[in-house]
Nanobody
Framework: QVQLVESGGGLVQTGGSLRLSCAASGGTISSYAMGWFRQAPGKEREFVAAINWRYNSLYSDSVKGRFTISGDNDKNTVYLQLNTLKPEDTAVYYC?????????????????WGQGTQVTVSS
């Protein structure tokens, strides 16, 4: 069973950048499709981005062109680069792993989840 630990969240001003990391243990990220989701206060958790070992990637329309998902197999870590941040990007960001390997925006397809990291964007 894979364990996922997110890090890199914090407080940033509008227009700023952050890089989130998701370190995996108990399994290799190349065996999964890896995704990022986020949940803002009072809202449902929503899909952000996903990637697989063939570097096929998928993004939500709200982050396309601003966020970039990537993976480092040697470090067994997935990253989410957040650029041009907006106050509406404020949320807890979660990393997830899907054993089916193909990237998907469907939350129910993901088998393993991290605890999340808080991103707060001030206006």
């Amino acid at each position: 069973q894979v364990q996922l630990v997110e890090s890199g969240g914090g407080l940033v001003q509008t227009g700023g950048s952050l890089r989130l990391s998701c370190a995996a243990s108990g399994g290799t990220i190349s065996s999964y499709a890896m995704g990022w989701f986020r949940q803002a206060p009072g809202k449902e958790r929503e899909f952000v981005a996903a990637i697989n070992w063939r570097y096929n990637s998928l993004y939500s329309d709200s982050v396309k062109g601003r966020f970039t998902i990537s993976g480092d197999n040697d470090k067994n870590t997935v990253y989410l680069q957040l650029n041009t941040l907006k106050p509406e990007d404020t949320a807890v960001y979660y990393c997830a792993a899907d054993r089916s390997v193909w990237p998907t925006a469907i939350e129910g397809r993901y088998d393993y989840w991290g605890q999340g990291t808080q991103v707060t964007v001030s206006s």
